[in-house]
């Protein structure tokens, strides 16, 4: 274990573990952000020690008394079940090695960066950072995060309700959710990205009986909205740091 770092502030250092990129941001007790956004590439191969240590780093910088991790995969309680596109060693468009999947599978991932740090750390999936981000607390809403991969969380009156990870589920053509409405996807044909994303909003909020749909994530922007018109159910868009602020309702 590391000595503890010097805290000079009761504030929040939010990270938003992303596939292809990882963003810190520090926000104070109500979610405001205190200070500029940091994005830096998400290491591969990308082990837990190797993910400890490089969000260990910006711990160290920020001072903050308090962490808030989302992780882009499957988690109970701050361990890790599946670690999505964590577990391919060059990236999205590399294959899952078995060796790395199976040394993320069960890993403890907030109690490894407690002991690492010597800090009040709380892990949870990223779409759930993004929904206490996003959510605004009444009826059923839906939030969908849009980035490398594809990302679903649920809330009910204001409550993280859990349900499975889809991403590396069978969606369309023998192909997942992750790779249909991942970014490679939506770069490749974003008029067909489109039209997936649709089916894919349409079926979970059916599935879930949903009020209002969230879209998050940096191709958030990118959604035609106009597909959307008519529904039953409200389409918000939201900004591509709601999870950051997401992190200060981990500690209430």
């Not at 810190?24 to 993910?51: A, I, K, N």
């Not at 160290?60 to 989302?70: L, N, Q, W």
């Not at 922007?221 to 939201?238: E, T």
Request: hydrophobic share 40%.
């Amino acid at each position: 274990m590391t000595e503890p770092p010097v805290i000079v502030r009761d504030a929040i250092l939010a990270v938003d573990i992303g596939a292809t990129t990882t963003k810190f941001g520090v926000v104070d007790d109500e979610g405001r952000l205190v200070e500029e956004v940091r994005r830096e590439p998400t290491p591969y191969p990308c082990s837990p020690q190797r993910l400890v240590d490089f969000v260990l780093g910006h711990v160290e910088r920020s001072g903050c008394a308090r962490i808030g991790v989302g992780f882009p995969g499957d988690l109970l309680d701050g361990r890790v079940l599946e670690p999505g596109n964590l577990s391919r060693p060059g990236g999205f468009t590399s294959p899952i090695d078995p060796a790395l999947h199976q040394a993320w599978q069960g890993t403890d991932l907030e109690r490894a960066l407690r002991e690492a740090s010597g800090l009040d750390v709380r892990v949870v999936n990223d779409a759930t950072l993004a929904a206490l981000g996003c959510c605004q607390g009444r009826g059923r809403e839906l939030v969908f995060t849009l980035g490398t991969g594809f990302g679903i969380a649920l809330v009910v009156d204001g409550t993280n309700v859990r349900i499975r990870d889809v991403g590396d589920e069978g969606f369309l053509e023998g192909e997942t959710y992750d790779v249909l409405l991942g970014d490679h996807a939506r770069s490749d044909d974003e008029g067909l990205w489109n039209d997936r994303l649709a089916v894919a909003v349409a079926n979970f909020v059916e599935e879930f009986s949903a009020d209002i749909v969230h879209l998050g994530g940096g191709n958030s922007g990118r959604v035609d909205l106009a597909r959307y018109r008519g529904q039953r159910w409200r389409v918000v868009v939201n900004d591509n740091v709601a999870p950051l602020r997401g992190a200060a309702k981990l500690f209430r």
